[in-house]
């Protein structure tokens, strides 16, 4: 070993140079190939996603120490200037300084983790990766309607997290209240219609009941909150010559669409069936025919309206008794 320090103490700089960028290239073609190799042999989803990560990160550190052994009898040399030119560098690089920070935080206080549907701002979607610098979300929402994709990735810097608002849908408790409205004529069955939006709720979301309830046990060990009812409800609101049914109902988040889609379906189909006893509100609208003004009529328009007024003058000039001039 110590015959390996005093050949690297013998190279000259230029020497140390062509060395470091041929093991750089050489390590990082070595764990690219560790990378695609060796995570198939792990399964699939997170653990193979932490083996991948864990092979990259592998391939920085022995980059880091290749380096440091490189250059170690220069590196001491240069350990005032380093310490000079340190505040410059943390002025500069405080963004980058902020997103360390940030991953940090989102390790430590477990903020989320791959897989988890989050939203940190104005963002929300899929985490795929998490490095140091920046979160990639795959996105949800935006132009689309619901919870589906909208295919863009996005790539969120990590120093948002320390002072940004983070949603987590998926952490602890994997469910969200939703709910759907419809409004009917004020003639309509309203108890009748009551009982068709608890049953059809019932028929659709009571898989995911029994999960819930156990996943809400967690939450209330963990934090001091009240127990909310589970169960689906409906609530009623009546004005404007109508009724309004607003449903409430506790789903998996990631289902939230495909459920609101099954709950319209089915309810559409209640209606049409009711033989009249629920009826669709409807707006009426109102056609306002306005005149043109004077300066913008044509010939005929301003001789039609005319017509009427000449008719009535002849009228009244026929029934009038003749006058004698003296």
Do not use: C
Not at 152 to 177: A, D, E, H, M, T
Not at 220 to 227: A, G
Not at 300 to 320: M, N, V
């Amino acid at each position: 070993m110590e015959r390996l320090f005093d050949h690297i103490a013998a190279l000259s700089l230029t020497a140390r140079l062509i060395y470091s960028i041929l093991g750089i290239v050489l390590i990082r073609s070595a764990f690219r190939l560790l990378e695609r190799t060796l995570p198939p042999h792990f399964g699939y989803g997170d653990r193979r996603y932490h083996i991948r990560k864990m092979v990259t990160a592998a391939a920085y550190i022995i980059i880091f120490f290749f380096i440091t052994i490189l250059f170690a009898d220069r590196l001491k040399h240069v350990g005032f200037a380093v310490g000079f030119l340190g505040a410059g560098v943390v002025v500069a690089l405080q963004d980058v300084i902020a997103s360390l920070g940030g991953f940090i935080a989102i390790g430590v206080s477990n903020l989320y983790r791959v897989g988890d549907r989050v939203q940190v701002n104005e963002t929300r979607g899929d985490v795929v990766d998490i490095s140091m610098m920046r979160t990639t979300v795959l996105e949800t929402g935006n132009w689309v309607s619901g919870d589906l994709y909208s295919g863009r990735v996005v790539r969120i810097p990590n120093s948002v997290v320390l002072k940004g608002l983070v949603f987590n849908y998926s952490q602890g408790f994997r469910f969200v209240w939703d709910e759907v409205r419809i409004r009917l004529t004020s003639e309509s069955d309203h108890q009748h219609t009551r009982e068709m939006l608890l049953r059809v709720a019932k028929e659709t979301v009571s898989d995911y009941l029994v999960e819930a309830q156990g996943a809400w046990k967690q939450i209330v060990e963990n934090y001091r909150i009240e127990n909310p009812v589970l169960e689906p409800t409906v609530t009623l609101q009546a004005g404007g010559g109508s009724l309004e049914f607003s449903l409430s109902y506790l789903v998996d988040y990631a289902r939230r669409t495909t459920v609101k889609d099954r709950l319209f379906t089915k309810i559409v189909d209640e209606v049409a069936s009711s033989e009249g006893r629920l009826q669709w509100a409807s707006s009426s609208t109102i056609v306002v025919v306005q005149s043109a003004p004077a300066d913008l009529r044509t010939p005929a328009d301003l001789a039609s309206a005319a017509g009427p007024i000449a008719r009535e003058k002849g009228q009244s000039a026929d029934s009038a008794p003749p006058q004698h001039m003296s």
